[in-house]
């Protein structure tokens, strides 16, 4: 079966950390871009951070840069989400997607009205949940 599968979510404080992560089972990601996209209950998905097949190029929307680091570790599979001084607007189910496009990779990873269908993405895992609370 070919699957993204998330994992690494949970509650912690303001200021806390965790890492999320993303492991392909029944494909490799070597080949993919992956990005990390979340969702509140009401609101559009949008992307949060990707990165290209070859880890040349990643993208970060504003309010996570400097704060989440994305990277990839082709050998077991798994894309990771570093995700550090998290605040309540953090909160979010965090997907994890993949897909080969000759689209760059930040375009992608802008969750434009005509992506929010998910369709131009080969792949997408079940969700996470992300909860920053006191």
């Known amino acids: 079966q070919l699957q993204l599968v998330e994992s690494g979510g949970g509650l912690v404080q303001p200021g806390g950390s965790l890492r999320l992560s993303c492991t392909a089972s029944g494909f490799t990601l070597d080949s993919y871009a992956i990005g990390w996209f979340r969702q509140v209950p009401g609101k559009e998905r949008e992307g949060v951070s990707c990165v290209s097949s070859d880890e040349s190029t990643t993208y970060y929307r504003r309010s996570v840069q400097d704060r989440f680091t994305i990277s990839r570790d082709n050998a077991k599979n798994t894309v990771y989400l570093q995700m550090n001084s998290l605040k309540p607007e953090d909160t979010a189910v965090y997907y994890c997607?993949?897909?080969?496009?000759?689209?760059?990779?930040?375009?992608?990873?802008?969750?434009?009205?005509?992506?929010?269908?998910?369709?131009?993405?080969?792949?997408w895992g079940q969700g996470t949940q992300v909860a920053i609370s006191s």
């Open positions: 997607a993949a897909w080969r496009s000759l689209t760059t990779v930040q375009q992608m990873c802008l969750m434009t009205p005509r992506r929010q269908s998910g369709l131009e993405y080969d792949y």
